[in-house]
């Protein structure tokens, strides 16, 4: 009965093209579940304008305190369209709101705006590379479950144009009964982001560009959150001055830093220059690897990434646990970062 089939494919689609507008929305008792019993903080948010003003108890959280939350047992290593990557996007959005930051992740004209910024994934298969955990791509007509990046940002007074601080917050999950953390790939760009935009924050910096914090979700299955930004940007992707994305950046000697980029272009000059008085960050050959930089690369526009020099070690492994990170790492690739954010926004 090739029409009923047909009727049902159909009807599957147009389930699919509805989903993330429906789940997300429904879901938000769990999320805010979530961020309830991992944030400790029990203090009164006041709201101007639907944005939250900034609390002290999120100002004054760290990177590390960001690790050990997004790496809970309760958000099962943050898969891509699974219930604990909507606990690490919860415990984000606080952040977020926290902080005060504008939401940035749909189209700006609604009453209210949101920081979850939402696609759809397709199912993955998952493979062993080398002892390490890898996906690739299922069957594209395979029902398509709801992620969402969490985007959020400190707004000029007056300017289109922006500087993205991005990580992304997804990991592996759980496979064959283990727990793929992900506390350095890559909670630790997303805590060492964070940090950089509460140092922001606790300057009272008034930017002359908006700085926006742009967590990417199923990067691990194939810069998905990233690439359906770019297809789909909720603020003009002309006016992005500089993308500065961070990657699994905890680990291994202190100094020793790689860059990822295609191009000589503004961001990586930024961050050389940061760089140079404080840390070794060397432009890996031929382009280094795929983060979240690359579709923003092939589109012209300014990125980079930065990496700890060692961040094959425990990579895509259920080792890749909080022990793995230097803290005083995470505060000096934030150091770093923040140099070559002030050099784009004063
Ligand atoms: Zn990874």
Request: charged letters at 20%.
């Amino acid at each position: 009965m090739p029409t009923r089939r047909g009727f049902i494919k159909c009807m599957l689609g147009l389930g699919t093209a509805l989903l993330p507008w429906y789940s997300w929305p429904n879901s938000l008792k769990p999320l805010q579940a979530a961020s309830t019993f991992i944030d400790t903080s029990n203090s009164q948010k006041k709201t101007v304008n639907n944005v939250a003003q900034t609390d002290m108890s999120y100002l004054n959280r760290t990177a590390m305190e960001d690790i050990l939350s997004l790496t809970h047992p309760e958000l099962q290593g943050r898969r891509g369209g699974t219930v604990g990557e909507e606990k690490a996007a919860a415990y984000l959005v606080a952040q977020m709101k926290g902080l005060g930051l504008e939401p940035l992740g749909d189209l700006a004209g609604k009453q209210t705006r949101d920081y979850l910024n939402v696609f759809t994934v397709y199912p993955v298969v998952e493979e062993f590379y080398n002892g390490r955990l890898t996906f690739r791509a299922g069957k594209p007509d395979d029902l398509r479950t709801p992620s969402a990046n969490v985007i959020g940002g400190l707004m000029a007074a007056d300017s289109q144009e922006s500087v993205i601080l991005s990580a992304h917050y997804d990991h592996l999950g759980i496979f064959n009964g283990n727990l793929y953390p992900g506390a350095n790939d890559n909670a630790s760009g997303v805590g060492c982001i964070l940090d950089v935009m509460r140092r922001l924050i606790k300057e009272k910096t008034k930017p002359k560009r908006n700085v926006v914090l742009a967590f990417w979700s199923a990067e691990e299955m194939g810069f998905v959150g990233s690439y359906s930004f770019i297809q789909k940007p909720t603020f003009s992707l002309q006016g992005i001055h500089a993308v500065f994305n961070v990657d699994t950046v905890g680990n291994g000697p202190l100094e020793e830093f790689a860059l990822w980029a295609n191009s000589d272009n503004r961001a990586l000059q930024a961050i050389q220059a940061a760089a140079e008085s404080k840390a070794n960050a060397q432009l890996t050959p031929n382009n280094g690897y795929n983060s979240d930089q690359v579709y923003f690369n092939l589109d012209h526009v300014p990125a980079v990434t930065l990496m700890a020099r060692d961040w094959l070690v425990k990579n895509h492994t259920p080792e890749d646990v909080p022990d793995l990170i230097n803290p005083q790492k995470i505060a000096l690739a934030g150091d770093i970062l923040y140099d070559a954010v002030q050099k784009l926004i004063v």
